[in-house]
């Protein structure tokens, strides 16, 4: 009972979601804020990662950062003394994804029309996240190498709902059991149209290539912003 | 306002599932079946930890598993060609843990009178699943190294409701910037009563320490258990 009761509850609580992120998109689009949202599992380098890519791009962009989180500000003050820009803390009261409406509370205490570019760091956690649409313009996934190449076998919602994924810590391929070429193959079964990254914040590797696809977005993201609103 | 809804709705089911887990609880210890709950993020090494433990102690006691994922089979598999011994899947339809009734669900299915030890491994996330009592007579969580040893700090809540950590890949500390100190101290910062085991299924580091202490317990609830009933 309690099983079938939960289902329903949470049928409800997306269709107010998808209402509420469309909302927010048209607003975003409008003000010509590019959007992230960044997820994963817990501990598999989302803050370090976002911190690399962070301070290769604050000279070309203004960021933002909305760091979610279901307890502390560990993370939110990393971020802000390893890069200088701005960062709001959005704590989620003990639940264990952001929704469109928290998404909009958050940037608006951030004032995001005064950026170009807003990173949602979300709660660690790679299943209720993928539920909940917040109007983003970019959808990211990080799945790191310890993790394993098994998960988008177990967890496939996320994997198909990402444009791009991160595989993070890719220094650490010889200590793992971890097959790059399967993982992709699992990926583009679910996704055929993903991004696959190869990253490691530790060593740089891949973060050119990354920050390059995500600086073409945001300016394909402001030319036609520019050319609608 | 959905956030709101959200929360009533969450206090409502932990309610029914505390009473429902009191109920089962009653149920196993009559049985003498002890039932350990294992939780951790996805990745940490919950499966192979498993298999190792399982391969150790199934001479000395009857085991039954019930392995729940949100999607998939393979972890089952492994189990089943691995130790030999009985394996239930119980897909989660999409939710990110599991509750007292879908656990009596999974336990009468295994039909768990028969067997003197079962453990549920739980849906791979750090945040949910610590909300849920399922009658357990062990909560044990698994900390992966490459999770970092922020997480208490991070997900506290999952910390303060087990009654023994697992450590696991220990074998790769020399990679990954994780103090050992530091981790003990927040963790019994918020759970001062807790056992935390170091372990390497890779290895068989600390392999030892914990599987005698599960016997312990399951020998000391045995003997609890015909005192009682």
């Not at 994963?40 to 690399?52: A, E, F, V």
């Not at 791009?57 to 802000?80: N, P």
């Amino acid at each position: 009972m309690d099983k079938i009761k939960v289902i329903n509850i949470q049928k409800r609580v997306y269709a107010n979601n998808d209402e509420d992120a469309m909302k927010l998109r048209k607003k975003l689009t409008l003000n010509q804020t590019f959007v992230m949202n960044l997820m994963s599992s817990p501990g598999s380098g989302k803050t370090t990662m976002l911190i690399n890519t962070i301070n290769r791009l604050k000279s070309q962009v203004k960021i933002g950062i909305i760091e979610a989180d279901v307890d502390s500000d560990v993370d939110a003050y990393s971020i802000l003394n390893q890069t200088g820009v701005t960062v709001n803390q959005l704590n989620s009261g003990g639940m264990c994804h952001i929704d469109a409406d928290m998404a909009k509370q958050g940037l608006d205490d951030l004032n995001y029309k005064e950026f170009d570019f807003v990173v949602i760091e979300n709660i660690g956690n790679l299943i209720c996240p993928a539920s909940y649409d917040l109007g983003q313009a970019l959808n990211t996934m990080i799945l790191s190498v310890p993790e394993g190449d098994d998960k988008p076998l177990k967890y496939p919602k996320m994997f198909t709902k990402v444009d791009c994924l991160l595989v993070s810590k890719v220094d650490t391929l010889s200590v793992f059991d971890f097959d790059f070429n399967k993982l992709e193959e699992r990926v583009k079964k679910l996704n055929p149209n993903i991004k696959i990254f190869p990253i490691s914040a530790k060593t740089g590797q891949g973060m050119d290539a990354w920050c390059s696809y995500l600086m073409d977005h945001i300016s394909s993201f402001q030319k036609g912003g520019k050319a609608n609103g």
